[in-house]
């Protein structure tokens, strides 16, 4: 059999891809092994935010005290009820992408498809010859070997959401960004939860300064041990986790250490290419090409930014370049953002602070335990802290753990993108009281560092000094 092009992969970035690709040819294979609702829509961000914005919601029952209201102490979480709504609305963001293979008839395959080439596979027994080859498999929760004897007491993300109750303690053994978004909901709900990890870090945070400040605040709704590798082993009917600074007796564990990229019995070894001790190849970020050869590798599969907007952006360019007539220099990508949605949210956008090495920076930050639109909401807490070239006063980064840090992230995201500058920024409208202002605080600092090209006349508008009007 042969075609054009052939998917493997029908995640974000295999869909992605597919929509390119269709538009160049009608001649195409979509193969898929597993569900065909996307993780992101399944297992991932969907599911996981419907958590997080259930637990937020019961956790608000806290402060209401401080806002007059009376009553609080009759709220009760009821998990199952938790956990049937999310799943209600996974099964609601799945729809679109479980009813692919029903559009695309014998152009989309349920199976496994292994290279045996730089143009051929094999799927499902059969081979299949194709110009260009587009691999996007995702990845699966990582979860080392000998906790599997634990059984179905070991979670991951893929089987969480799939729970109908959860047991009252839980162990949560890995502090990326899921791990510590899950814990905090699960805390907020009720459970009692540990969290542990081999580094001191939390939620990928780079920035010293910035997870100096959420670490307590994480801390004050769960226990943490971080800075040793977990150890688990049976207490009975129990599970005992032990790390940095002691144990923690636990019902269930919930696995959140990353995630490895689908690529067992893929074949990339026959492609004939260096593989590093991961068994990857080197990808062209801006093409995605593996090599000079017509394959390219998209999404969670390629271990570089596992975000389902990187893999839609990836997934677009690999079609892009797989077409017979693309330019082969690549597509650009945009400015680098990444969101944790705990509580403060955590947000990075550009490079990390370590990245910018010895570069000429300037430095601006607000405490955002001050902000006074924070304060009405019993919110205020969390550090900001924009990075910019010293000399020109271009943003480059900024990272941060603040109320509603997606949204302030987005703005620093665009405006890095469209390299902006310090004085541009601040001569930009801001509104009276948002937590915006604390942006504009933090911007006002870096002024202080940094040249003052660009903007307008009200580019140096200083602060009045009062909190309540600032």
């Known amino acids: 059999m042969k075609v054009d092009t052939i998917i493997v992969g029908a995640g974000s970035a295999g869909l992605s891809a597919l929509r390119e690709v269709r538009s160049y040819t009608d001649d195409f294979l979509l193969v898929n092994a597993g569900h065909w609702g996307t993780t992101c829509a399944a297992v991932g961000c969907m599911p996981s935010k419907a958590l997080i914005e259930a637990a937020n919601a019961f956790h608000r029952r806290g402060t209401f005290g401080d806002f007059g209201i009376r009553g609080a102490e009759g709220l009760r979480a009821d998990i199952p009820a938790v956990l049937g709504r999310v799943r209600e609305m996974r099964d609601g963001f799945v729809k679109g992408p479980e009813a692919v293979p029903d559009r695309l008839g014998e152009r989309a395959i349920s199976g496994r498809a292994r290279l045996l080439g730089p143009g051929r596979l094999e799927v499902n027994g059969e081979t299949v010859e194709a110009r260009a080859i587009i691999l996007a498999p995702g990845s699966s929760p990582v979860v080392p070997g000998p906790w599997r004897d634990f059984g179905d007491r070991i979670l991951t993300t893929d089987t969480l959401f799939e729970q109908h109750d959860l047991p009252r303690r839980i162990a949560v053994i890995g502090m990326g960004a899921v791990g510590v978004e899950i814990a905090q909901a699960l805390a907020r709900l009720g459970l009692e939860v540990a969290g542990f990890d081999a580094v001191e870090g939390l939620a990928g945070v780079d920035d010293p300064d910035v997870l100096a400040a959420l670490r307590p605040l994480i801390e004050a709704e769960l226990a943490l041990h971080l800075g040793a590798p977990a150890e688990l ?54 093409s995605l090409r593996i090599g000079d050869l017509p394959v390219f590798l998209a999404g969670d599969a390629n271990g570089d930014r596992p975000l389902l907007h ?46 910018l090495g010895d570069a000429e920076i300037g430095t601006g930050s607000a405490d955002f335990s001050k902000q006074a639109r924070a304060r009405m909401a019993q919110t205020a807490a969390g550090l900001l802290r924009i990075h910019a070239e010293r000399e020109t006063g271009r943003l480059l980064a900024a990272e941060m753990c603040v109320p509603a840090a997606e949204h302030l992230a987005h703005l620093l995201a665009l405006a890095v993108e469209a390299r902006m500058t310090v004085a541009d920024m601040l001569a930009m409208p801001f509104y009276h009281p948002v937590l915006e202002e604390g942006l504009r605080g933090a911007l006002r600092d870096l002024a202080k560092s940094v040249a003052g090209a660009g903007g307008s006349d009200l580019s140096d508008c200083k602060a009045l000094g009062h909190d309540a009007l600032e």
């Open 233 to 286: 082993e049976a207490a009975g009917d129990a599970i005992r986790v032990t790390g940095a600074g002691g144990s923690f007796e636990a019902d269930a564990v919930l696995a959140a250490m990353g995630r490895r990229p689908n690529i067992d019995g893929l074949g990339l070894e026959t492609l004939g290419v260096p593989l590093d001790d991961d068994g990857l190849p080197e990808v062209d970020p801006a």
């Open 310 to 355: 990187e893999a839609a952006d990836e997934g677009h360019i690999a079609g892009r370049m797989a077409a017979p007539d693309a330019d082969g220099s690549g597509l650009c990508r945009r400015t680098p953002l990444f969101i944790t949605f705990s509580s403060p949210q955590v947000a990075r956008v550009g490079p990390p602070l370590s990245d």
